[in-house]
């Protein structure tokens, strides 16, 4: 599962000015980031100063290890890609970016089931005519990405995780379910023997920040947070289940959510504005808890590949998000240790026991003289053997290792001449799967 950041300010027409950006997303923690590239209508590829700016923002994130992920999108609703003329240029757009900035995830268009983003949302009968157009856009950027690279994952969806569902007034809007739902429907109508999208996204926001992630459920309401997992996997294989697109199995990526923080006296000169009333934001532990729960409950979805924070860095409006891990002047707050920390567990395949899960981990083993190390993937309970000539066994240790850290095996290998072999049985000691097994041949130190 990929542990990331929704963060722009890694898009940069300078080098330096990128990578001093996306460090600060490597010493959070973060493994990913998912940035935004704007279509305007007539665009069929980026500019050469977006191109720049996407080759800055994979160079930085190649250099520090960061998967990057790419949102397509169009600015607001006046620009909604309708037509067919539009749909083709958008789709040739996302082709592009994917061509010329070795894109190798991309999310087509932003929050679709909104009307800040997409509109109409209904027509005068008041239908949802939305979705239909969303998965014409899909279907058709589907095959044009695929054209240009069969290797791209193209992720659909994007979707805000309430909406109205009634036609007219000043906000028509969608909630997720009826916008899946709908989604389906216009798929089986459109006859396609091809899938639309590899993956499904979703921003999973609670209604405000006090919320805890894991009180966020809605069994009997169409809102969709971070605690309806089952529910929108139910949604998904009621959408597309016995067609070509996969439903229920569907990978899915959570790319957006968001726990806005208070500001101390200190920092508040680095803001401008005031927060709007409905935030409530909570102090820096609880941010740092909230976002803790919050990767627990991705890291147990068995279909989720990707949990991003919304931001890594705070807006310096206090009307936009304040809910990075560091301020505006990218100084650290109280909450960072603690989201580094369970992006550290989790990684590690340690920070919540998971129902159904098995995991397996896997080893690499480099010998130093009479010193073995080893280094684990995952967390790792390990039984370490060392075997001469003839099979006899020389020594069985006990031993522990953590994931993504070498280790000096509690054995050594023998100066004298003969024949050494090592054999290494590995288990996950949190949520255990099948033993790992690992044997090498070993020099006389």
């Known amino acids: 599962m990929l542990l990331g950041a929704t963060e722009d300010a890694v898009r940069s027409q300078s080098p330096a000015v990128a990578q001093a950006q996306m460090d600060l997303l490597a010493k959070a923690g973060f493994g990913a980031v998912r940035i935004t590239q704007i279509w305007e209508p007539g665009d069929t590829k980026p500019s050469a100063a977006d191109a720049a700016v996407l080759a800055n923002v994979m160079t930085a994130a190649r250099k520090d290890g960061i998967e990057v992920l790419t949102t397509v999108m169009n600015y607001g609703s006046k620009t909604t890609p309708l037509t067919d003329a539009d749909q083709a240029d958008f789709a040739a757009f996302a082709a592009a970016v994917v061509r010329t900035a070795s894109v190798r995830h991309l999310i087509v268009g932003n929050e679709p089931n909104l009307n800040r983003y997409w509109l109409p949302q209904f027509d005068d009968s008041g239908a949802d005519v939305a979705a239909a157009a969303y998965e014409s856009l899909l279907a058709m950027t589907y095959d044009t990405v695929k054209a240009a690279d069969p290797t791209a994952e193209v992720i659909g969806g994007a979707l805000a995780p309430r909406g109205g569902d009634v036609g007219g007034g000043i906000r028509p809007t969608h909630s997720p379910t009826l916008f899946i739902e709908d989604l389906g429907a216009a798929y089986r109508a459109s006859g396609r023997t091809a899938p639309i999208m590899d993956a499904l996204t979703l921003h999973p926001y609670e209604e405000h920040s ?64 005031t927060e709007v009333p409905v935030t409530q934001p909570v102090d820096e532990a609880t941010q740092a808890s909230y976002y803790a729960q919050a990767i627990q409950l991705a890291f147990c979805d068995p279909t989720v590949r990707g949990f991003f924070l919304f931001h890594a860095v705070d807006e310096k409006a206090m009307a936009g998000w304040q809910s990075g891990v560091y301020y505006p002047d990218d100084t650290p707050k109280a909450s960072l240790a603690g989201v580094r920390y369970a992006i550290d567990r989790a990684r590690r395949g340690v920070i919540a026991k998971c129902p159904g899960m098995a995991l397996t981990p896997k080893a690499t083993v480099v010998q130093q003289g009479q010193l073995v190390r080893l280094t684990c993937d995952l967390d790792c309970s390990l039984v370490v053997q060392l075997y001469g000539g003839g099979g006899h066994l020389l020594a069985s240790k006990r031993w522990h290792g953590t994931g993504g850290r070498p280790t000096t095996l509690p054995i050594r290998v023998p100066q004298t001449k003969g024949t050494y072999r090592l054999r290494v049985s590995l288990v996950a000691p949190v949520n255990p799967g099948k033993p790992g097994l690992l044997r090498r041949v070993l020099a006389p130190a």
Do not use: C, W
């Open 210 to 273: 006090s919320i805890a992630p894991a009180d966020g459920v809605h069994p009997n309401s169409t809102t969709i947070e971070l605690a309806d997992y089952g529910k929108l996997v139910t949604l998904l294989g009621q959408a597309f289940d016995g067609t070509a697109q996969p439903g229920s199995m569907l990978p899915i990526y959570f790319d957006e959510f968001g726990v806005e923080s208070q500001i101390p006296p200190a920092k508040r000169p680095l803001y401008t504005g």
